[in-house]
Nanobody
Framework: HVQLVESGGGLVQVGGSLRLSCIAT????????????MNWRRQRPGKLLEWVAA????????SYADSVKGRFTISRDNTKNTLYLQLNSLKIEDTAMYYC?????WGQGTQVTVS
């Protein structure tokens, strides 16, 4: 079965950086990770889940929420079945649980706290 394991979160000061990773396993042979468009989503304290960034299967096309555009970068390495999110110039309001997902499957998330 599909498993998504996020890591790389932590406590960081305003203006700092983090790199989140998401390792994907168990994708069906007919639908491997390399064929899946992927997303990062986050849930801030007391807020609804929100979309952060997306990347197509090849990594050639990316898109971002306005709130993170210019600060976050989504990327992937299909040889390692891994999705990344580089977080720069972090703000207090970036504090959230971050999840990687192709839309159907979800990981357990990784907590980012900006102070």
């Amino acid at each position: 079965h599909v498993q998504l394991v996020e890591s790389g979160g932590g406590l960081v000061q305003v203006g700092g950086s983090l790199r989140l990773s998401c390792i994907a396993t168990g994708f069906p042979s007919g639908f491997p990770f390399s064929t899946a468009a992927m997303n990062w989503r986050r849930q801030r304290p007391g807020k609804l889940l929100e979309w952060v960034a997306a990347i197509d299967s090849s990594g050639d096309t990316t898109s971002y929420a306005d709130s993170v555009k210019g600060r976050f970068t989504i990327s992937r390495d299909n040889t390692k079945n891994t999705l990344y999110l580089q977080l720069n110039s972090l703000k207090i309001e970036d504090t959230a649980m971050y999840y990687c997902t192709p839309g159907v499957y979800w990981g357990q998330g990784t907590q980012v706290t900006v102070s």
